[in-house]
């Protein structure tokens, strides 16, 4: 479930900022890797609906971050303006991608690569968006935090989601909050992926697998899972940040309602083979019937109800991604 992170190269990002319930024009241009004048509009009744056409965008210094370790892939992700805040490049740094591809040479290498079973890890820019992009929810969290990691795949984006949250908690441990927490959730619909996942945080990450801690005062926060990616994780919702790692079809409404009140999702929503973009969705606030609160006390509540009005919306870059695979179909 994780995708084939082909996004465009962009010199910033081009954001339209909209809520679910509003119509939504957009400016069509090519899918190629440079800014293009728009053509005609095309208009949505929904924004659950796809658009039909892409919207124009301008080069970025993607795909160019390569290195020959780690650290000086980071550092080049960095200088490109894609990281943004220090504990970003720091839980990237932690995270040798070397332990998570199969082509140990080009590691470094700012592409997607096979994982086997049909999947990829993403472009290291591809994960450091996600990270940036998930970081403001994370922030904005007391005490406690919660992720989920739709599509874990190899594991890496799943590691560093966990030494960014660790990082964190060491922080806010020094300032005086004994309580703080932190569960990062990993699920894939391959029991093969979600062992390999498991062997390569054991490489060098092993400290951050639930399943791999004696140790009673571990700070460990990784859990990885078998788990159909459209239902999500419902017993360990809701979570402050979620990423799926494959392009849905449709808004994945079970997901979506996953969220906790001011949580952040980034999915990447389009047809396989056709027009694809990824959105960041951020939960407003809950339903009549099942409110959220976010206090503390009272965060963890559940609702099943969908209501589109709850979410707003932002579309990020242009993307295509192997789908969010339907089981039992």
């Given at each position: 479930m994780?995708?084939?992170?082909?996004?465009?190269?962009?010199?910033?990002?081009?954001?339209?900022?909209?809520?679910?319930?509003?119509?939504?024009?957009?400016?069509?241009?090519?899918?190629?890797?440079?800014?293009?004048?728009?053509?005609?509009?095309?208009?949505?009744?929904?924004?659950?609906?796809?658009?039909?056409?892409?919207?124009?965008?301008?080069?970025?210094?993607?795909?160019?971050c390569h290195?020959?370790?780690?650290?000086?892939?980071?550092?080049k992700l960095k200088q490109a303006g894609i990281i943004k805040h220090d504990v970003v490049q720091d839980a990237m740094n932690k995270v040798d991608r070397a332990n998570y591809v199969l082509d140990r040479a080009s590691a470094h290498v700012d592409a997607p690569q096979s994982i086997g079973y049909g999947q990829t890890i993403s472009a290291p820019h591809m994960h450091a968006h996600v990270l940036?992009?998930?970081?403001?929810?994370?922030?904005?969290?007391?005490?406690?935090i919660s992720i989920l990691d739709v599509g874990c795949g190899s594991g890496y984006l799943t590691a560093c989601l966990g030494r960014l949250v660790d990082t964190m908690t060491t922080t806010t441990t020094t300032m005086g909050v004994d309580e703080w927490t932190a569960n990062v959730y990993g699920i894939d619909f391959l029991p093969e992926l979600v062992t390999f996942s498991m062997q390569n945080m054991q490489k060098e990450d092993g400290d951050l697998l639930v399943q791999s801690s004696s140790d009673s005062g571990s700070q460990a926060t990784v859990e990885l899972k078998v788990g159909d990616g459209w239902k999500g994780l419902p017993?360990?919702?809701?979570?402050?940040?979620?990423?799926?790692?494959?392009?849905?079809?449709?808004?994945?409404?079970?997901?979506?309602?996953?969220?906790?009140?001011?949580?952040?999702?980034?999915?990447?929503?389009?047809?396989?083979?056709?027009?694809?973009?990824?959105?960041k969705i951020k939960r407003l606030h809950g339903s009549d019937e099942h409110p959220?609160?976010?206090?503390?006390?009272?965060?963890?509540?559940?609702?099943?109800?969908?209501?589109?009005?709850?979410?707003?919306?932002?579309e990020l870059i242009g993307v295509r991604y192997v789908p969010l695979v339907h089981l039992n179909e």
């Open positions: 994780t995708h084939i992170a082909t996004s465009l190269l962009w010199t910033s990002r081009e954001r339209t900022h909209r809520r679910f319930a509003r119509v939504f024009p957009f400016a069509a241009a090519a899918l190629v890797c440079y800014a293009l004048a728009p053509v005609p509009v095309a208009v949505t009744a929904s924004a659950l609906d796809i658009p039909s056409f892409q919207p124009s965008v301008n080069a970025m210094r993607a795909w160019t290195g020959r370790t780690q650290q000086e892939m980071v550092s940036e992009d998930l970081l403001p929810a994370l922030l904005s969290s007391k005490k406690s017993e360990a919702a809701p979570f402050d940040a979620i990423h799926v790692g494959a392009a849905a079809d449709t808004f994945p409404k079970n997901l979506m309602s996953q969220l906790a009140v001011g949580g952040i999702m980034i999915c990447p929503v389009g047809p396989d083979g056709g027009y694809q973009s990824l959105y959220f609160s976010t206090s503390d006390v009272d965060k963890h509540s559940s609702s099943t109800t969908f209501t589109e009005s709850d979410y707003d919306i932002e």
